[in-house]
């Protein structure tokens, strides 16, 4: 029998994220978010799916705190809904709204669970969208005003905030490949957006330093990948590189090192454009953080393209030179191969690379399709045996000296998964749909975490 101990005071948590699981899209004063209107747009969502209800989390939190307290998480990851608390986007305060997530956090701490808090996790209120949106440089001072608000209201009780989750697939996703919210396919624009969302962090930080919020932690959620050539070949290695610089080094470089990295802004300069940046826009990017949020769920093995690619390749590959790679092996219902030792790869790196800066994964899951069997139970040994063999890599990246405070499953519950619609679950606890009440059932995953949390340690049985 192994035993994988963690750090005394290692945070267990669970995450989500306000539009997969609040439902409630226009009930007590809520403003319309780009995700509202992307998905009733017809074509855009897998089935025609919607977050309309989703988890109908806005009616059950209560209910979702409790199976949280039962499965003894010392920390909840969740997101604000912007156009809740502002709908509008900026100006008149929807006190329903605020009031809501006051009671979710006060819910949450007599469970003695601590918040953490996403302020932004891609519902940007429409709004805001319909004057420009992320391509907006005004943007960046409404996404700072909304910071400060939930501050200043929340600032007292929640120790822990995240100002965005993911700037890559907001940009890139959002605005380059248009399969994410608001759906525009311009690769100059997720360019600029990508700025202007770093922009609007550091902003954000500025705002709660000036605050002087006591107690409290900042920082930001990077998706991030470690990226793996296909061969010992030129061609494929100068990709790889290309790939690192667009997906990972774009964003870390400025948060960690005040520059954007030097190759991947000539690349830009070269293809397409490079943002458009103000005076002092990198000293406010840089401002110093308390953590990084890293979600981690697959690596990138990546080729050189070739003369067959032309047809095929995205807009963001016709840039870096790079496709996919899909090596054999074990994968997930997304489709994202299963490779734990490639965060322990991702950690070792960002402390090489970054310094020593407190770590979070804030996300790291996996979706499998669960079925619930003739005893009422799931038996999801994906899901169980992927988190764990991941746990076991964060642990053998802590003994190596590398600072991971701690651990966030994604997600919960099944949830609404973007433009997958309902067809992707990830969560810890079944939710039924076809159930009125949304049902919420146990997997095996579930009661398996339980335990880990239990004896702060991971253990494999011979």
Known sequence: MGQYEFPR???????????????????????????????????????????????????????????????????YRFSISWPRVLPAGKGQVNRKGLDFYSRLVDLLLEADIKPAITLYHWDLPQALQDKGGWINRATTDYFAEYASIMFNELGDRVPMWITHNEPWATAYAGHALGVHAPGLKDLSSAIQVSHHLLLSHGKAVQAFRDLGIKGGKIGITLNLHPVYPASSDESDIIAARR?????????????????????????????????????????????????????????????????????????????????????????????????P??????????????????LYITENGAAYEDR????????????????????????????????????????????????????????????????????????????WYRDVIKNNAVTIKD
């Open 341 to 358: 030792e490639g965060i322990y790869d991702l950690l070792s790196r960002i402390r090489r690379d970054y310094g020593d800066v407190p």
């Open 243 to 339: 790939v690192d610089g667009t997906s990972n080094r774009w964003f870390l470089d400025p948060i960690f090192k005040g520059t954007y990295p030097e190759d991947i802004w000539v690349l830009f300069d070269e293809k397409v454009a490079p943002p458009k940046t103000g005076d002092g826009d990198l000293e406010l990017i840089g401002s110093p953080v308390d953590f990084l949020g890293v979600n981690y769920y697959f690596r990138n093995v990546i080729r050189a393209l070739g003369p067959g690619d032309e047809g095929t390749a995205s807009p963001v590959d016709r840039i870096t030179g790079g496709a996919l790679v899909r090596p054999e092996g074990k994968y997930t219902e997304m489709g994202w191969e299963v490779y």
């Open 372 to 447: 619930v069997n003739e005893a009422g139970k799931i038996e999801d040994d994906g899901r169980l045996d992927y988190i764990k063999a991941h746990l076991i890599q964060v642990h053998r990246a802590i003994e190596d000296g590398v600072n991971v405070a701690g651990y966030f499953v994604w997600s919960l519950m099944d949830n609404f998964e973007w433009a997958y619609g309902y067809s992707k679950r990830f969560g810890l606890i079944y939710v039924d749909y076809r159930s009125p009440d949304r049902d919420r059932i146990w997997k095996k995953s579930a009661f």
């Open 9 to 75: 005071g290692f945070l267990w948590g669970v995450a989500t994220a306000a539009y997969q699981i609040e439902g409630a899209p226009a009930e007590d004063g809520k403003g319309e978010s780009i995700w509202d209107r992307f998905t009733h747009t017809p074509g855009n969502i897998l089935n025609g799916d919607t977050g309309d209800v989703a988890c109908d989390h806005y009616h059950r939190y209560r209910d979702d705190v409790h199976i949280m307290r039962d499965l003894g998480v010392t920390a």
